[in-house]
C-alpha cells in the first residue's frame, strides 16, 4: 500500500517536474484532462446550450447561474464562479431593476474575496430593500469575516421577518458567538435544533457548522467532533466544512483522522495545505514535501494574476511547512488588513509571537479585547 | 419572478455562506510568451483545456477525459475560436500569424494546449519595438479570466496582465526599462508629497514666516527677494537633507521604527512648527526644525515606498527616483507659495488671516492627527 503510494507520488512528482516546458504527447490516447465528473460535465454542457437558446428569459438565466455557482463549489473551481459572473452581468445590463442580480453578483464576489465590491452591491440592494433577506444574511457574514461583529448583528433582525426565525436566529448567534457570547449562542442554537427536521439540508448543514465553530472555541472537544461529523455526513464533499474539520482535528494533532478526511480532496488548496500539514505532524516527511512544493506552485501561479486573496492560507503555509516566520508574519498582516476571522487573528498572533513583534501582539491584543473573542486556540497561543 | 428567485438565493445563500477560507485553486487563465529570435517574433500561447473545453467542446466522446487524439482533431477549431482574439497592432494595423505547431503543457490546474506561431507584422519593419496588444479572449463567458503576457526583450523579462478592464496595452520596446521605472518612482514620489497633506502643512508652517522678519517681537516684512530666497532654501534643504537620509536608512532596512510612532511624531511636529508662528520660539534657525523633523518624516515616506513592492535589483533606481520626486513636489509648493507670500507679506491679511489663522487651523488639524494616530482612533475625513 505505502508502496503504491510513494510510485503515485513520483509519478506526480515527475509531472510537476515537467511545468514550464511544453512537449507533445507521446499517444493519441493518452489523456490530457479529466472533466468533472460525468453528470457534472454534462449539466455543464446542458446549462450552457440552455442558456444559448433562452437568450431572453431570465428565470432560465437566474437558475443556471445559481447551478454554475453550486457546481464551482462542489468542484472547487472558480471558473465557474466566473460563468455566473458572466451571465449576471449580462443581465445587470439587460434589467438593472431586479435587485436579485445584485444579490446573486454579491455572492459570487464574496466568494472570490472581492469583499469591497460585493459591499457595493449589498449597499445597493439593502438602500431599495431594507429587509431583503438574502443582502442582510450575506452582509452580517461578510462584516463579521472584516472583524466587525458587533456591526454585524444589525442585520440579522430583519431576517426574523423576511427569512424565518431559524436563519435569524443561526445570523445573531454567529455574531454574538464571535462578541463574546459563544456560550450563550450555542445553548440558543442547541434550543432551535429539534426544529430543524424539516429544513432543507443547506439549513441544517448551516447550523451544524455554526455549532461545531462555538463548541470548538469555548473547548468542548467531544461536542465539536459529534457535530462537525454530523455535518459531514449530509455534506461529505463541502470544502468549508472539511478545511474547518481539519482545523480542529490539527489542533487535536489527530493527523491520520485529518490525512484520511483530505488525501483525495488535493485539488482545493486549503485542503492540500491541512493535509500537508498533518502529513508533515506525522512524520511523513516526503509526502508533505511533495505537497508542499505543489502548493508553492499553486501559490506562485495564483501571485501571477496579480489576485491577492490567499494570504491567509500562504500566511499558514510559511509559518507550518516552509518555518518561515518572517514571511508568515509579512502575510498574516496584509490578510489582517482584509479578514479577521478567528483563524486569521490566530496566524496574525501565532506569527507574530515567533517574531516578537510587539505591534501585531498588541493589534491582536486590542482586538481581541475589543470584540471579546472566545477561542481556546487563540488562549493557548497567549 | 421575483418570489420564485427569492427562495433559491436563500438556500444558495446558506450554502455558500461560510464558504470564505476555503479556497479552490486559482481561476482561469491563458498565458501568452512573446519572444524575439534572430529576426522574427515568436509567440507561445497557453490556454486551459477546461477554459477551451467550456467555449468549443473538446471531449467528444463524453467520455469524461480530454485525450490527445481528441485535442489533436481541435487544434483548427481552437486556432480559428481562439487567435482572432488576440491582436498584436503596429501602427493601428493587425499582424497575421503563422502556425508552427501545436503543444502541451501542464500548469497547476490542469493541462494546457500551446499553441506556437510566428507573428507576421503589417510593414516593413519585422521587428516592431512600437505596438499594442488587444486580448479578448474568454472575457465574454469569464470576467474573472485573466491573459497573462510575457515578454522577453533583451534579456530582460517583463509580465502584463490582461483583463476585461485592461484588455489593450500599449509596449515600447524602445524605452530602457530602467529609465521607466526611474520615472515611475519620481512620479510616485510627487505624488506622495501631494497627497500627504500632512507634510504640506509641515512645510507651510515653517515657509509662512520666512517672507517676514521678527525685530523686537514684532513681525516685520522682509525688504529684500534675495533673503527670502536663503531662507527657504535653507529650510528645503534641510529638511530634503534629513529626510533623505533616514528614507534611506529604513529602505535599506538598516533603521526601522513603529509606523504608529512615525506618524505620531509626523503629525506632532506638524503642530510645533504651526505653533511657532502664533507664538513664535524659534525664529533664526528654522531649517533646524526642518532637519530635525525632516529625519521622522523620512520615515513616513519610507512606509509608503516599501509598500511599492520593490525588488531588490531596483532599490537604488526606485530610492533615487522617489527621493527625486519628493523633492520635485516639494519645489512645486514653494514655486506656488513663494511669489503669493511675497506680493502679500505687507498686507495685514497676510500677518493676520495667513500667518496667525493659518497656524491655528493647522495646529488643531494637527492636535486631531496626533490623537488620531497615537491612539489608533479614526474620526478625520483625511
Known amino acids: ?382 | 419572478m421575483s418570489h420564485f428567485v427569492k427562495i433559491i438565493t436563500l438556500q444558495l445563500i446558506l450554502n455558500l455562506v461560510f464558504t470564505l477560507s476555503s479556497f479552490a485553486h486559482k481561476p482561469s487563465d491563458s498565458y501568452i510568451f512573446i519572444r524575439r529570435e534572430g529576426d522574427s517574433v515568436f509567440c507561445d500561447w497557453e490556454i486551459s483545456l477546461k477554459d477551451l473545453d467550456y467555449a468549443i467542446n473538446l471531449d467528444r466522446n463524453k467520455d469524461g477525459n480530454i485525450t490527445w487524439g481528441e485535442l489533436k482533431s481541435k487544434h483548427k477549431d481552437i486556432e480559428e475560436y481562439a487567435l482572432p482574439q488576440f491582436s498584436f497592432i503596429v501602427s493601428g494595423e493587425k499582424s497575421t500569424y503563422s502556425s508552427i505547431s501545436h503543444l502541451v503543457n501542464k500548469h497547476s490546474d490542469g493541462s494546457y494546449t500551446v499553441l506556437r506561431f510566428k507573428i507576421d507584422p503589417p510593414g516593413k519593419d519585422k521587428l516592431p519595438k512600437d505596438f499594442d496588444i488587444t486580448y479578448d479572449f474568454l472575457f465574454d463567458i469569464d470576467p474573472q479570466h485573466r491573459g497573462i503576457l510575457t515578454i522577453r526583450h533583451k534579456g530582460n523579462t517583463s509580465t502584463y496582465i490582461f483583463s476585461p478592464e485592461n484588455s489593450t496595452q500599449h509596449f515600447n520596446l524602445n524605452e530602457s526599462s530602467k529609465l521607466k521605472q526611474l520615472l515611475d518612482f519620481i512620479w510616485q514620489g510627487v505624488w506622495h508629497i501631494w497627497i500627504g497633506i500632512d507634510h504640506i502643512l509641515f512645510l507651510l508652517s515653517l515657509l509662512f514666516a520666512s517672507v517676514l522678519i521678527r525685530e523686537k517681537n514684532v513681525w516685520k516684512e522682509a525688504d529684500s527677494l534675495k533673503k527670502v530666497l536663503i531662507e527657504i532654501i535653507k529650510i528645503i534643504s534641510a529638511f530634503t537633507i534629513a529626510h533623505s537620509i533616514t528614507l534611506s536608512l529604513a529602505v535599506l532596512g538598516i533603521v526601522s521604527l513603529p509606523s504608529a510612532f512615525v506618524e505620531s511624531v509626523i503629525a506632532f511636529s506638524v503642530f510645533l512648527a504651526a505653533l511657532n508662528n502664533i507664538f513664535p520660539v524659534v525664529y533664526g534657525k528654522k531649517w533646524l526644525i526642518a532637519f530635525l523633523f525632516g529625519l521622522v518624516h523620512g520615515f513616513g515616506f519610507a512606509s509608503v515606498l516599501m509598500e511599492l513592492d520593490l525588488s531588490k535589483s531596483s532599490l537604488i533606481i526606485s530610492l533615487l527616483g522617489f527621493n527625486l520626486g519628493v523633492e520635485f513636489g516639494q519645489l512645486a509648493i514653494v514655486l506656488i507659495f513663494t511669489p503669493i507670500a511675497f506680493l502679500l507679506r505687507k498686507t495685514a491679511f497676510y500677518r493676520s488671516v495667513i500667518l496667525i489663522f493659518g497656524s491655528i487651523v493647522i495646529c488643531v488639524i494637527a492636535i486631531l492627527w496626533f490623537i488620531e494616530r497615537a491612539f489608533n482612533l479614526s474620526f478625520l475625513p483625511f
Open chain 1, 1 to 382: 500500500m505505502k508502496k503504491k503510494l510513494l510510485i503515485a507520488l513520483t509519478i506526480y512528482f515527475l509531472s510537476l517536474c515537467s511545468y514550464g516546458a511544453a512537449f507533445i504527447p507521446s499517444k493519441d490516447s493518452e489523456v490530457l484532462e479529466v472533466l468533472p465528473k460525468g453528470s457534472i460535465s454534462s449539466e455543464v454542457k446542458r446549462l450552457k446550450t440552455i442558456l444559448f437558446i433562452n437568450q431572453n428569459d431570465p428565470e432560465l438565466a437566474f437558475k443556471a447561474a445559481s447551478k454554475f455557482i453550486q457546481i464551482g463549489k462542489t468542484e472547487s473551481d472558480p471558473r465557474y464562479f466566473g460563468y455566473a459572473e458572466s451571465i449576471v452581468n449580462k443581465w445587470i445590463e439587460r434589467d438593472g431593476e431586479n435587485l436579485d442580480w445584485y444579490v446573486l453578483r454579491a455572492t459570487i464576489s464574496q466568494y472570490n474575496h472581492k469583499f469591497n465590491k460585493a459591499l457595493k452591491d449589498l449597499d445597493f440592494v439593502l438602500e431599495k430593500d431594507k429587509e431583503n433577506p438574502q443582502a442582510c444574511l450575506i452582509k452580517s457574514n461578510l462584516l463579521c469575516t472584516q472583524g466587525e461583529y458587533l456591526e454585524s448583528k444589525r442585520y440579522c433582525l430583519p431576517l426574523l421577518r423576511s427569512a424565518g426565525e431559524i436563519i435569524a436566529i443561526g445570523c445573531a448567534s454567529y455574531s454574538s458567538g464571535l462578541n463574546g457570547n459563544a456560550e450563550r449562542s450555542l445553548i440558543l442554537l442547541e434550543g432551535i435544533s429539534p426544529r430543524l427536521l424539516k429544513s432543507p439540508i443547506e439549513e441544517k448543514v448551516w447550523i451544524l457548522s455554526l455549532k461545531a465553530d462555538l463548541a470548538q472555541r469555548l473547548g468542548k472537544k467531544e461536542l465539536a467532533e459529534k457535530y462537525f461529523n454530523q455535518a459531514i455526513i449530509l455534506k461529505p464533499n463541502d470544502s468549508f466544512l472539511l478545511s474547518n474539520y481539519a482545523d480542529f482535528l490539527l489542533s487535536e494533532q489527530k493527523f491520520d483522522k485529518t490525512i484520511s478526511l483530505l488525501k483525495d480532496k488535493t485539488n482545493n488548496d486549503g485542503l492540500l495545505l491541512r493535509l500537508a500539514i498533518a502529513e508533515k505532524g506525522k512524520g511523513l516527511t516526503k509526502e508533505s514535501k511533495l505537497h508542499s512544493e505543489e502548493l508553492g506552485i499553486r501559490f506562485k501561479e495564483q501571485k501571477l494574476r496579480k489576485d491577492f486573496v490567499h494570504q491567509r492560507e500562504e500566511a499558514i503555509y510559511y509559518l507550518k511547512l516552509l518555518n518561515d516566520p518572517v514571511k508568515s508574519l509579512e502575510l498574516a498582516k496584509e490578510n489582517w488588513q482584509i479578514q479577521k476571522e478567528p483563524v486569521d487573528v490566530r496566524i496574525l498572533l501565532e506569527s507574530a509571537l515567533k517574531r516578537k513583534d510587539e505591534d501585531s501582539i498588541k493589534e491582536v491584543k486590542s482586538f481581541l479585547t475589543k470584540t471579546k473573542l472566545e477561542d481556546v486556540n487563540i488562549e493557548s497561543l497567549r
